[in-house]
C-alpha cells in the first residue's frame, strides 16, 4: 500500500472525516484528499509535506515513522525552495465554526465599562463618596437652595461701638440657625432664629456665643462687621471681649 492509501484506510477504520481530519491537524480538505492519492505537489515541497504525513498518521494512531521514511526514499533529492517555505499549505487555517470568543470578549468588556461607570456617576452626573468618605461641603449655600440674601428692613447691620464692655448684633441672613448667647457667665438667650431676624446683646466683660449653622447669621462685633464665621450647617463657638473682636473655639 502507498502512503496515501495507508492514511484513507487508517481515517476510515477511525470512523472519521477529510473535515474531522482537517480540524484536527489543521490541514485543509482538500489537501488532505491529494495527500491520500499520494499528489503531494500542493504540500510547498519536501519539508511540509513530511510534517502532514507525520500529522496525519499522529492523529489516525498509526507510527508515522515508515510512512515519512518511505517518503523520503521517494524524495531524497528535493531540496524546498524558499518561497515554498513561506507558503506551504499549513498556514492556510479551515473556516472555524465555533463561537467567536474575541468579539464575546470584547461586549463583555464593553457591558463592564458600562456598568461601572452607571455605578461611579448618579444623580445627574454628580460623583457618588466612596464607603467611609464624607463629601466635601460647600463653603456657600448654593443659589437655587438658600434664600435671597437680604439683610432685615432697617439698620440691621450697623452696630454700635460701646464706652466699654461688648456689643454682639447677631443677625439672620438667610435661612435659619440655632443660637445660644452667654453674657458674662450668664445665658441671655437660646432658640431658633429664622430669617429675618435680629438681635442685640452686651455684656461687661465676656459673650459667649453658639451658632449651630454659621452661614446663616451675620456677626456684628463692637461695631466692626464680622460676616458669616462659617460653612452652612457648621456649629461654631464664639467669645468676644471689649475691644478688638477676637475667637476661640
Known amino acids: 500500500m502507498s502512503i496515501g492509501e495507508v492514511l484513507a484506510t487508517a481515517r476510515e477504520d477511525a470512523g472519521e472525516s477529510i473535515e474531522d481530519v482537517s480540524r484536527a491537524t489543521r490541514i485543509r480538505g482538500e489537501l488532505l484528499r491529494r495527500i491520500e492519492s499520494d499528489d503531494f505537489a500542493g504540500c510547498g515541497g519536501a519539508v511540509y509535506a513530511r510534517g502532514h504525513v507525520r500529522a496525519i498518521a499522529t492523529h489516525l494512531g498509526i507510527d508515522p515513522a515508515p510512512l515519512v521514511a518511505e517518503f523520503d526514499k521517494a524524495n531524497a533529492d528535493e531540496v524546498p525552495a524558499t518561497r515554498d517555505i513561506f507558503e506551504h499549505e499549513v498556514l492556510a487555517m479551515p473556516d472555524r465554526t465555533g463561537p467567536n470568543w474575541t468579539a464575546a470578549m470584547a461586549v463583555m468588556a464593553g457591558v463592564l465599562l458600562i456598568v461601572a461607570l452607571v455605578s461611579l456617576f448618579n ?5 457618588t463618596p466612596e464607603a467611609g468618605v464624607q463629601p466635601i461641603t460647600s463653603t456657600s449655600p448654593t443659589p437655587s437652595a438658600a434664600p435671597a440674601t437680604t439683610p432685615p428692613p432697617g439698620d440691621a447691620l450697623a ?24 453674657a458674662d457667665g450668664k445665658k441671655t438667650y437660646q432658640g431658633l432664629m429664622t430669617f429675618p431676624s435680629q438681635q442685640d446683646f452686651t455684656a461687661k466683660k465676656t459673650i459667649h456665643l453658639v451658632i449651630g449653622n454659621a452661614a446663616a447669621v451675620r456677626l456684628v462685633v463692637n461695631g466692626r462687621d464680622l460676616g458669616s464665621p462659617g460653612r452652612p450647617g457648621e456649629v461654631v463657638r464664639l467669645d468676644f471681649g471689649p475691644g478688638d473682636p477676637a475667637s476661640a473655639g
Do not use: E, H
Open 123 to 127: 444623580n445627574n452626573g454628580t460623583a
Open 159 to 182: 452696630g454700635r461701638i460701646p464706652g466699654s464692655g461688648v456689643f454682639l448684633r447677631v443677625t439672620i441672613v438667610n435661612t435659619k440657625s440655632y443660637v445660644t448667647v452667654t
